[in-house]
């Protein structure tokens, strides 16, 4: 990386926007931004839940990519908020697909951070004829060693004040199994426990997310839009993300030939780095950029650097 690290590109304002219903009761946000006739690229988002951010779609040189924009099933502003029925990694896939043929788009660039990088893995081994080119960042593929590093206590080794506040809204009988105990808090008819449960739930990330740290909010204050994000990332760890136990490294060997770049932060405790260098060994046309001094984070400042670099280097791959 060079001194002086990379910033986003100026703010820009999506040039279409639109809904999709997608079947089961779901609709979807979605957004296009930069030139029409640019590079088109998918932006994946977090969580899952979170829902994407304007602060992403300066990820993107609007002169020369055609982005789109989508809240998953759910999240954000797509609806119903929060709504777990018809909502799996499979679902989500197609969702993509859907996407793609509305807009007309032969093949594009597909862009995923933390969940977002399952999501893109996944639809590149389903769909690799579709996919230009990967740029992934903190990358999580759902194996059970993942799950029990952020969810089962692991990651609360280094973290034990975090790790005690995440678990305040449980009963000790309730902590052996912290997930399953929270999906039954945020399907509580009280309430103040679906607020509680949430606040916990998405603070115990937000704590871990950067290496400067922040607040998360305090217990009992979750808005909608929190419980919303938390039941569908609760939802989705509890069944495993709908994936066989090593799914997306095991088929790794299907995007052979799709060129990408791995940005992995060397001190992501959400996702460590262990993943990252696994499906680095396993997608030989994967190369890892591993950022010292970073967490996990599109916006820290070498992670970023990264991202912008490797957008900015398959601008002008060709379909």
């Excluded at 997608?22 to 998918?42: F, I, R, T």
Aim: hydrophobic letters at 40%.
């Amino acid at each position: 990386m060079s001194d002086t690290p990379r910033q986003p590109y100026p703010a820009i304002e999506p040039y279409r926007t639109g809904r999709l219903a997608v079947g089961d009761g779901h609709e979807l946000h979605w957004e296009l931004c930069g030139d029409p006739a640019g590079l088109p690229a998918v932006f994946l988002h977090g969580g899952p839940g979170s829902g994407f951010m304007s602060q992403h779609r300066r990820l993107f040189d609007p002169a020369r990519y055609n982005v789109l924009l989508f809240d998953q099933r759910g999240s954000g502003r797509s609806t119903p908020s929060g709504g777990l029925d018809a909502n799996t990694t499979h679902h989500l896939v197609a969702d993509m697909e859907r996407l793609r043929t509305m807009l007309g788009i032969p093949s594009w660039l597909v862009f995923g951070g933390s969940w977002g990088a399952t999501l893109a893995l996944a639809y590149a081994e389903a769909h690799p004829e579709r996919v230009r080119a990967l740029v992934l960042r903190g990358v999580f593929t759902g194996r059970q060693v993942e799950i029990d590093w952020f969810y089962g206590g692991r990651a609360g080794l280094l973290f034990s004040d975090h790790w005690a506040e995440f678990l305040a809204p449980l009963t000790e009988a309730e902590r052996g199994d912290p997930v399953a105990a929270f999906h039954r808090r945020l399907a509580d008819p009280e309430p103040r426990i679906r607020a509680e449960a949430a606040a916990a739930w998405a603070g115990w990330e937000r704590r871990l997310v950067t290496l400067r740290g922040g607040p998360a909010r305090p217990a009992g204050s979750a808005g909608p839009g929190t419980i919303a994000f938390a039941r569908i990332e609760n939802h989705f760890v509890r069944h495993r993300l709908w994936l066989e136990e090593g799914q997306l490294l095991a088929r790794a060997d299907r995007l052979r030939g799709i060129p990408g770049v791995i940005v992995q932060g060397r001190f992501d405790v959400v996702t460590p780095p262990a993943t990252a260098h696994a499906l680095a060994r396993a997608w030989p046309d994967g190369e890892l950029r591993l950022v010292e001094g970073a967490g996990h984070a599109f916006a820290e400042p070498g992670i970023l650097h990264e991202l912008l670099a490797a957008t900015d280097r398959f601008a002008t791959v060709a379909g």
